[in-house]
């Protein structure tokens, strides 16, 4: 079995002049949640609707599980939730879960209703879909991707719309979603809401790729420590003269270095090695939305 | 692949039979079918004239400036039958005599609208009266049942099942075809009834004449292969505009505007009727005309209509290619989220 549940090899689209995805070379490996982030209008979407066929691609490959495996059959063994979930309107809720059961081929009566009681639409079951709120669509919209116990899921801004306490469900439900090796593939504004949930992140700005990798990686690449030493101006040439040191930054309250955090011992030792001394050394946590901003150049993201 | 393709089907009309749509359409196909029988039955009822049933109709006619009068008994007109004194005149002589007898005809109660509700003429004749109409109700099914997966967006839902594009369009072609045949199924069975109800009533007796039952099948088939066309043109219009009101306005200007683009060209021109032998509408009215049937279509009068085998092969070519054309679109437009309109 393939580890790598979607690759994506220079994938591009362009609408006009405009190219929403550029060269996007992306690898999801099974069995994680994994993150799109990036603000709107970074391409996001547009990958996510050439994965599932809806948009095709200008130029570039991509593939679902297994490269070279029938596109019908794989997309079977994905659900998805693309921006808002969009129903038949005079059709009931298990009407229309019948219906997207019915033409996938797969499933059972008995799998609707079970569906339809864990995300709580079982006693709304026959009313007409345009008679829900907008909570219940979105519920619906979770059956609905749920349907067919799927190997691989897309959820566009899942909690688009939803209220603090829908968000903390759909928080616990994406977390709850990775068990048994499903792949969860996760587009969000929402820097706070991704960190929480996803093992892996691909940072999209403009249609380019910025980075990939696993959230602590990604953080850790960006760990920080403020250093306070008896002589700050002579320990910042040292420490700069260090190849592992991305960064010195002096500032009244002594100076924030850019390194791993892990190797904290090294930089005191190499500091007391030309006799300075630490006298304070304070890590500072980099959180992803501080890494976001500081790999796109963005000064604000939306707040969750 | 043959297997999805039906199971779509199944799963399509789980879809389109709870829409208010095919069912209301459907009752103004029915309505009308029947006004055309009941009207014709109280137009047959108030030609009647009861003296000339039992004791004939008098005519006088003027041949070759000698007047000659005879009796008809009605009797003798049923089944589009002559006197025998008319049968027994020349050939020549027989145009002077048609007038009054077409007049004898309706006095009898056996003039042309009693085969709008007598069988089996009947059947034939409301299929041929409601053949515009229902073209434009298809058209207008079919726009709204693609148009609508456009503006609820539920296109996009449907595609990330895995149906596969052309696979769900050829299954929603193949399910509005069987619907519109059956819609054209079910106005049949209407008139039927209906002619079963009122020729009981009608004062010439008689439910059903000696008539061509398999001419009324061959009618039925022809009509659904008429709509063939028009479902490729409503489909490929509603793919190009991804909007049931766009879609429907630009298949309903087609049908509309091309009889009168065609009619009025071949009035100016006489060369441009060998162009109009090619046109669709003037080839599905040829296709659709039968001996005795009136036919109301779009059709200009001024155009000289081909053969059945020619409308049959130029009613295919416009199905393939307008058809090839929808699906080609579909396959490669990209999908975006709902519209609402």
Same mark, same amino acid.
Not at chain 2, 190 to 211: E, H, K
């Given at each position: 079995?393939?580890?790598?549940?979607?690759?994506?090899?220079?994938?591009?689209?362009?609408?006009?002049?405009?190219?929403?995805?550029?060269?996007?070379?992306?690898?999801?490996?099974?069995?994680?949640?994994?993150?799109?982030?990036?603000?709107?209008?970074?391409?996001?979407?547009?990958?996510?609707?050439?994965?599932?066929?809806?948009?095709?691609?200008?130029?570039?490959?991509?593939?679902?599980?297994?490269?070279?495996?029938?596109?019908?059959?794989?997309?079977?063994?994905?659900?998805?939730?693309?921006?808002?979930?969009?129903?038949?309107?005079?059709?009931?809720?298990?009407?229309?879960?019948?219906?997207?059961?019915?033409?996938?081929?797969?499933?059972?009566?008995?799998?609707?209703?079970?569906?339809?009681?864990?995300?709580?639409?079982?006693?709304?079951?026959?009313?007409?879909?345009?008679?829900?709120?907008?909570?219940?669509?979105?519920?619906?919209?979770?059956?609905?991707?749920?349907?067919?116990?799927?190997?691989?899921?897309?959820?566009?801004?899942?909690?688009?719309?939803?209220?603090?306490?829908?968000?903390?469900?759909?928080?616990?439900?994406?977390?709850?979603?990775?068990?048994?090796?499903?792949?969860?593939?996760?587009?969000?504004?929402?820097?706070?809401?991704?960190?929480?949930?996803?093992?892996?992140?691909?940072?999209?700005?403009?249609?380019?790729?910025?980075?990939?990798?696993?959230?602590?990686?990604?953080?850790?690449?960006?760990?920080?420590?403020?250093?306070?030493?008896?002589?700050?101006?002579?320990?910042?040439?040292?420490?700069?003269?260090?190849?592992?040191?991305?960064?010195?930054?002096?500032?009244?309250?002594?100076?924030?270095?850019?390194?791993?955090?892990?190797?904290?011992?090294?930089?005191?030792?190499?500091?007391?090695?030309?006799?300075?001394?630490?006298?304070?050394?304070?890590?500072?946590?980099?959180?992803?939305?501080?890494?976001?901003?500081?790999?796109?150049?963005?000064?604000?993201?939306?707040?969750? | 692949?043959?297997?999805?393709?039906?199971?779509?089907?199944?799963?399509?009309?789980?879809?389109?039979?709870?829409?208010?749509?095919?069912?209301? &359409?459907?009752?103004?196909?029915?309505?009308?079918?029947?006004?055309?029988?009941?009207? =014709?039955?109280?137009?047959? /009822?108030?030609?009647?004239? *009861?003296?000339?049933?039992?004791?004939?109709?008098?005519?006088?006619?003027?041949?070759?400036?000698?007047?000659?009068?005879?009796?008809?008994?009605?009797?003798?007109? /049923?089944?589009?039958?002559?006197?025998?004194?008319?049968?027994?005149?020349? %050939?020549?002589?027989?145009?002077?005599?048609?007038?009054? &007898?077409?007049?004898?005809?309706? /006095?009898?109660?056996?003039?042309?609208?009693?085969?709008?509700?007598?069988?089996?003429?009947?059947?034939?004749?409301?299929?041929?009266?409601?053949?515009?109409?229902?073209?434009?109700?298809?058209?207008?099914?079919?726009?709204? *049942?693609?148009?609508? %997966?456009?503006?609820?967006?539920?296109?996009?839902?449907?595609?990330?099942?895995?149906?596969?594009?052309?696979?769900?369009?050829?299954?929603?072609?193949?399910?509005?075809?069987?619907?519109?045949?059956?819609?054209? &199924?079910?106005?049949?069975?209407?008139?039927?009834?209906?002619?079963?109800?009122?020729?009981?009533?009608?004062?010439?007796?008689?439910?059903?004449?000696?008539?061509?039952?398999?001419?009324?099948?061959?009618?039925?088939?022809? =009509?659904?292969?008429?709509?063939?066309?028009?479902?490729?043109?409503?489909?490929?219009?509603?793919?190009?505009?991804?909007?049931?009101?766009?879609?429907?306005?630009?298949?309903?200007?087609?049908?509309?505007? %091309?009889?009168?683009?065609?009619?009025?060209?071949?009035?100016?021109?006489?060369?441009?009727?060998?162009?109009?032998?090619?046109?669709?509408?003037?080839?599905?009215? *040829?296709?659709?005309?039968?001996?005795?049937?009136?036919?109301?279509?779009? =059709?200009?009068?001024?155009?000289?209509?081909?053969?059945?085998?020619?409308?049959?092969?130029?009613?295919?070519?416009?199905?393939?290619?307008?058809?090839?054309?929808?699906?080609?679109?579909?396959?490669?437009?990209?999908?975006?989220?709902?519209?609402?309109?």
């Amino acid at each position: 079995m393939n580890s790598l549940v979607i690759r994506t090899d220079k994938l591009t689209k362009r609408f006009g002049a405009v190219r929403a995805v550029n060269g996007l070379s992306l690898e999801v490996p099974r069995g994680h949640i994994y993150g799109l982030l990036g603000p709107n209008g970074s391409g996001k979407t547009t990958l996510m609707n050439m994965l599932l066929g809806l948009v095709k691609p200008t130029s570039g490959e991509f593939s679902l599980f297994d490269p070279g495996s029938d596109y019908l059959e794989a997309l079977r063994r994905v659900g998805a939730i693309i921006e808002s979930p969009t129903f038949y309107p005079y059709m009931s809720g298990h009407a229309n879960l019948a219906y997207f059961q019915g033409i996938s081929g797969k499933g059972t009566p008995r799998e609707l209703d079970d569906l339809l009681e864990q995300v709580g639409l079982a006693p709304r079951r026959g009313d007409a879909y345009k008679t829900y709120s907008l909570g219940m669509k979105q519920r619906l919209g979770v059956a609905y991707a749920l349907m067919g116990e799927p190997e691989l899921m897309f959820l566009d801004e899942p909690t688009n719309g939803m209220d603090p306490a829908g968000m903390a469900e759909m928080r616990n439900l994406i977390k709850g979603l990775s068990a048994g090796g499903r792949t969860v593939l996760i587009s969000s504004h929402l820097l706070n809401e991704v960190e929480q949930v996803c093992d892996s992140v691909a940072i999209l700005s403009k249609g380019d790729l910025i980075a990939q990798g696993k959230v602590t990686d990604l953080v850790r690449s960006k760990d920080r420590v403020r250093v306070r030493t008896t002589d700050d101006a002579k320990a910042a040439g040292i420490l700069s003269a260090l190849e592992w040191v991305e960064q010195v930054d002096a500032d009244d309250d002594g100076m924030v270095v850019t390194a791993p955090v892990h190797r904290s011992a090294e930089l005191t030792a190499a500091l007391s090695r030309s006799q300075v001394y630490v006298a304070a050394m304070i890590p500072i946590q980099t959180s992803l939305e501080q890494y976001f901003l500081e790999v796109t150049g963005e000064e604000e993201v939306a707040a969750p | 692949m043959i297997a999805h393709l039906l199971v779509l089907a199944r799963w399509e009309w789980f879809k389109l039979r709870r829409r208010w749509a095919p069912w209301v &359409l459907l009752g103004i196909l029915l309505l009308f079918t029947q006004l055309v029988v009941i009207s =014709s039955f109280f137009i047959n /009822r108030e030609n009647y004239d *009861a003296a000339i049933a039992e004791a004939g109709y008098y005519m006088e006619v003027s041949i070759d400036d000698e007047l000659v009068g005879m009796r008809v008994m009605c009797d003798d007109l /049923r089944d589009g039958g002559v006197p025998p004194e008319v049968e027994a005149m020349p %050939e020549e002589q027989r145009p002077y005599v048609n007038f009054e &007898l077409e007049d004898a005809r309706t /006095r009898c109660g056996l003039g042309g609208e009693r085969d709008f509700f007598v069988l089996p003429a009947s059947i034939a004749q409301g299929l041929g009266v409601t053949h515009a109409l229902s073209i434009m109700l298809f058209m207008f099914l079919v726009a709204s *049942a693609l148009g609508s %997966e456009y503006s609820w967006g539920t296109l996009r839902t449907v595609l990330t099942k895995g149906s596969g594009r052309w696979q769900f369009l050829g299954s929603k072609a193949f399910t509005l075809l069987i619907m519109g045949a059956a819609g054209l &199924l079910v106005v049949s069975v209407g008139v039927l009834v209906s002619s079963l109800i009122f020729g009981s009533f009608a004062p010439t007796g008689g439910i059903a004449d000696q008539g061509d039952w398999a001419g009324v099948a061959k009618t039925l088939g022809k =009509s659904v292969y008429a709509l063939v066309p028009y479902l490729a043109l409503a489909l490929f219009f509603t793919v190009l505009t991804t909007s049931t009101g766009v879609g429907t306005a630009l298949a309903f200007g087609y049908f509309v505007v %091309e009889s009168i683009m065609v009619g009025i060209l071949a009035a100016f021109w006489d060369w441009f009727d060998s162009v109009a032998q090619f046109v669709l509408g003037t080839n599905v009215s *040829a296709w659709m005309q039968e001996e005795g049937t009136a036919i109301v279509s779009l =059709s200009p009068l001024n155009v000289d209509p081909p053969g059945a085998l020619h409308a049959f092969f130029v009613i295919l070519a416009y199905a393939l290619i307008i058809g090839a054309g929808a699906f080609w679109l579909f396959q490669r437009k990209d999908v975006t989220g709902a519209k609402g309109d």
